[in-house]
């Protein structure tokens, strides 16, 4: 039996494997894949010491660092089964082409960040690649000079819109509310932005489009009215990647952790977005796998 299972191979799940890495402990690190939600994070300016740089470069740099820590890694692996045995935790995941490996360890660390909202609307799931995408950072530049909509009220909404701002034609901006939930900076700067139109009270009824997204319905007060896009950015909200985990959630699907980064369950930590925080951010994030990583070496340490 191994030490220490940390499973995420973004921030998180970095951090948290650097520190187990110094600390000698026997441990490997499964990931459906490594860089996770920091490399879809487009340009990052609020991680300290560095002014700006890309969500990109980050993962390339998260991967070299668990390279230069000798951290054994087990990429392409999704886990679909925690489950606790005498004396610790078993953990099985099954990669892409079907291969499934149990491991089994003292202690856990869960760090699997969240996966985006569907808004459950006609014609989204049919337009999924098509048209309709949840990552703007991914997608967006597929949208060059044509005419899109972003769906959503908080900072990941805002942010797509802006992209799309400087790459589309026009953009709508569709928010269910009568105001936007995020960074008054950014609010500020799409209200300045020509090509933007935004949408207040409209409640979406129907992606429109057969093999490819041709416009989106929505009522607005109650009002109908369709307007015509090739592209529709979905930033409604995320869903943690926790289905798996037997400790206690919120109604969110949350992982509950106390300022240890500890579940109510012995030698189960959790860090990151998939945990209850109110702040999902790379540094927190971060701050959270360097917690869990000393909080479950001292776990350990009294096993
Ligand atoms: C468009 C966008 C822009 C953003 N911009 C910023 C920004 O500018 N600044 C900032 O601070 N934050 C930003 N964020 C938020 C930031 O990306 C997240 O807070 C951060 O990535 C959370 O890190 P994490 O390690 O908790 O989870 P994630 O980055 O979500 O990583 C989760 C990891 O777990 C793995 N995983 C998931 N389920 C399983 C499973 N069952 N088995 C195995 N592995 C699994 C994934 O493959 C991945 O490796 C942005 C997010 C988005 C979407």
């Known amino acids: 039996m191994m030490d220490l299972i940390i499973i995420g191979g973004s921030i998180a799940g970095t951090t948290a494997a650097v520190y187990a890495s110094r600390r000698k402990l026997d441990f490997v690190l499964l990931a459906s894949d490594l860089g996770g939600e920091v490399a879809l994070s487009g340009v990052v300016e609020n991680w300290p010491t560095v002014n700006s740089t890309t969500g990109f470069e980050m993962a390339d740099q998260l991967k070299a660092q668990l390279i230069y820590n000798n951290v054994t890694i087990e990429e392409g692996f999704t886990v679909e089964k925690l489950e606790q045995v005498p004396g610790g935790w078993s953990a099985t995941a099954t990669s ?107 409640l979406t009824q129907k992606i429109e489009g057969e093999g490819a997204v041709s416009g989106v319905t929505f009522t607005q007060n109650g009002v109908p009215r369709t307007v015509e896009s090739q592209g529709v950015m979905i930033h409604i909200g995320n869903k943690a990647n926790s289905a798996f985990v ?36 790379i540094v927190v994030a971060a701050g959270m796998g360097c917690t869990a990583a000393l909080a479950a070496i001292e776990y350990l340490n009294r096993l």
């Open 96 to 202: 892409l082409s079907g291969v499934t490996k149990t491991f089994e360890a003292r202690a856990v660390i869960i760090a699997t960040g969240v996966k985006p909202k569907k808004l459950g609307a006609p014609g989204e799931e049919a337009n999924y690649h098509h048209g309709v995408t949840y990552c703007t950072t991914c997608d967006g530049p597929l949208f060059k000079n044509k005419i899109t909509t972003t769906i959503g009220g908080g900072n990941s909404a805002l942010e797509s819109a802006l992209m799309m701002a400087m790459l589309a034609k026009k953009v709508y901006v569709i928010n269910k509310n009568d105001k936007f939930k995020g960074d008054q900076i950014l609010i500020d700067k799409l209200a300045a932005t020509p090509n933007v139109e935004i949408i207040y009270n409209a």
């Open 246 to 281: 037997p400790a206690e959630k919120d109604p969110l699907g949350q992982i509950m952790v106390d300022a240890l980064c500890r579940t109510n369950m012995p030698g189960l930590f959790a860090a990151g977005d998939v945990t209850n925080t109110p702040y999902k951010q």
